[in-house]
């Protein structure tokens, strides 16, 4: 037999299939490391909600989830961990990322190969989740395919609450093509960024609803509309209102009747104003508001997605217009914390980073540029049970119904472990390296350095 030649197509078929069962293996091995049980023995806990610490604790986890939380202890089969009285705490949310678009420039995502970018998002999913952010609510990318391969645990990344293709106007934010691709043509060739996902311009109230519907089709679990002018986009100034409340009230509808939400980028008064009006639940931005939009926000319950621009870091990539752009933001990031603290809005946290792999490391420290409006507490539970309740508007579309940002029974097991207390000391966040010592999503572990 061993001089036997199969033929080619055999051969093929069987290396295939080979690979399929490495692939199911290896899902199967997780699946069985995911309901094997954890205890986490002698932690201080930071449930997401509190101030303070709990006494020493003990955590079984099992089935991906919290089963029991006691100052007893607990007795279980399975993985130990020795917590020595370190904090665990529950896993980073960051709510306005975009997994496909952190690490290539603008011009290797509207030119470059999808292959390629696809498994250099992959691998920046990888990063994000060692930096400790188990969830991120992705606010505009073709990140559907990414967000498969993490929940079947062919890579290794957060959870992705994503939204699709943002949808936007001519000359909108997100409108990337050249003017050389004018004139559009209504039901015409799409453009390339539109092809491969990453924006949709829609110019009518039918054709948003086409576009807000075509994203649910995909599995958004909430819809992103651009309702005013941008950083990035270069033929999108940053005083500019988009789309006309009939056309935003149609991404309302369409959102609505799939039992999920609209959320805006919107940075001017009237972009807000007019967002509110057509029934949007979540502004993202809003550095440039005043105070009459504040108080509307207020007054109807809509979220604030935000986010601590400090410099014009995040704008490097980007040529000379559109950092002046991000600098009139920056200047408005002091006065839109301090009207979100005001009027009492419900405020998420979120970093919008976009091209700039340097920028994303340093994911930790955004949140902890938040201690220069909010006690690290308040800083903390933003970014999980907080961000977490923002999730939840996803309703019936929620990829992952249950509880998360919390340290509860019950809860999905998206925890971190931390060799220290960030709440006297928030900057440990800012090294996940060193002082995220456990990191688990879903009962999994993916990092634990006091194995070794």
């Not at 990829?399 to 919390?406: A, C, E, N, R």
Request: charged residues 20%.
């Amino acid at each position: 037999m061993s001089g036997l030649r199969m033929p080619a197509r055999v051969s093929g078929i069987a290396t295939l299939l080979a690979a399929v069962a490495m692939i199911l293996g290896s899902a199967s091995s997780a699946r069985a490391q995911q309901d094997s049980a954890v205890l986490f023995r002698n932690v201080r806990i930071f449930d997401g909600k509190s101030a303070a610490l709990s006494a020493a604790s003990n955590v079984l986890v099992r089935n991906g989830k919290i089963e029991r939380i006691s100052t007893a202890d607990i007795a279980a089969a399975g993985q130990v961990v020795d917590g020595g009285g370190r904090v665990l705490m529950p896993g980073l949310i960051d709510a306005h990322w975009h997994a496909m678009l952190v690490r290539p420039t603008p011009m290797a995502v509207l030119a470059g190969d999808i292959g390629y970018n696809n498994l250099l998002a992959a691998s920046e999913a990888t990063a994000t989740l060692m930096r400790g952010f188990t969830t991120v609510r992705d606010m505009g990318g073709p990140s559907f395919g990414l967000k498969q391969a993490i929940d079947e645990d062919l890579v290794a990344g957060p959870r992705i609450y994503p939204s699709g293709a943002m949808i936007t106007i001519t000359s909108g934010h997100g409108d990337f093509r050249q003017l050389s691709d004018l004139p559009r043509t209504i039901g015409g060739m799409l453009s390339r960024m539109e092809r491969i996902g990453g924006s949709m311009v829609a110019d009518s109230p039918d054709e948003v609803r086409v576009r807000a519907r075509e994203q649910l089709m995909q599995g958004a679990s909430q819809v992103k509309l651009t309702a005013g002018g941008g950083v990035a986009s270069p033929f999108s100034p940053l005083d500019v209102s988009t789309f006309t409340e009939p056309e935003l009230r149609a991404a309302v509808e369409a959102a609505d009747n799939w039992g999920t939400y609209v959320a805006t980028h919107a940075y001017t008064p009237v972009a807000i104003q007019r967002s509110v009006a057509a029934g949007v639940r979540c502004i993202e931005h809003g550095h440039l508001m005043d105070e009459a939009s504040a108080k509307l926000i207020a007054e109807k319950g809509i979220w604030l997605s935000t986010q601590p621009f400090l410099d014009i870091s995040g704008a490097a990539a980007l040529g000379a217009a559109e950092q002046d752009k991000m600098k009139q933001v920056v200047a408005g990031t002091d006065r839109v914390y301090a009207l979100a603290k005001k009027y009492g809005i419900k405020t998420a946290f979120g970093t919008d980073v976009l091209f700039s792999q340097a920028l994303a490391d340093r994911q930790g420290a955004m949140l902890a540029a938040l201690t220069r409006w909010y006690t690290s507490a308040e800083a903390l539970a933003m970014a999980t049970s907080i961000n977490a309740e923002l999730l939840s508007l996803s309703g019936s579309r929620n990829p992952y119904p249950g509880k998360l940002g919390v340290v509860e029974e019950g809860a999905f097991a998206d925890l971190l472990l931390v060799d220290g207390n960030p709440l006297d000391n928030i900057k440990l966040v800012e090294d996940p390296a060193k002082n995220f010592v456990v990191i688990m999503k879903g009962g999994k572990v993916y990092k634990n350095i006091l194995a070794r």
